[in-house]
């Protein structure tokens, strides 16, 4: 079993920045690949970012140029750090691993608005 712990999350207002942090425990060794989905009210649960053990990132085209995913493996912490924030990024945002079997933290909520 693997826990995931978001946090970071809030209220900010467009054009503005977010840095979500995402801390793992549990059984991580096999966990192949880390990254964030979100889900807005109404909408399906969709992938913002991943990144791979061996450092290869992969974005939304809806968040390209704007968020950065990262990692910190002697924290076993995973980053989203988010710029230039539109009122559409507000949603759930949910941490993410996959091994054998994928696992989710319980989410963080994040609202764009002015």
């Known amino acids: 079993q693997v826990q995931l712990v978001e946090s970071g999350g809030g209220l900010v207002q467009p054009g503005g920045s977010l840095r979500l942090s995402c801390a793992a425990s549990?059984?991580?060794?096999?966990?192949?690949?880390w990254g964030w989905d979100r889900q807005a009210p109404g909408k399906q649960r969709e992938l913002v970012a991943r990144i791979s053990n061996s450092g290869i990132t992969n974005y939304a085209d809806s968040v390209k140029g704007r968020f950065t995913i990262s990692r910190d493996n002697a924290k076993n912490t995973v980053y989203l750090q988010m710029n230039s924030l539109k009122p559409e990024d507000t949603a759930v945002y949910y941490c993410?691993?996959?091994?054998?079997?994928?696992?989710w933290g319980q989410g963080t909520q994040v609202t764009v608005s002015s």
């Open positions: 549990g059984s991580i060794f096999g966990i192949y690949v």
């Open positions: 993410k691993c996959v091994g054998l079997n994928a696992y």
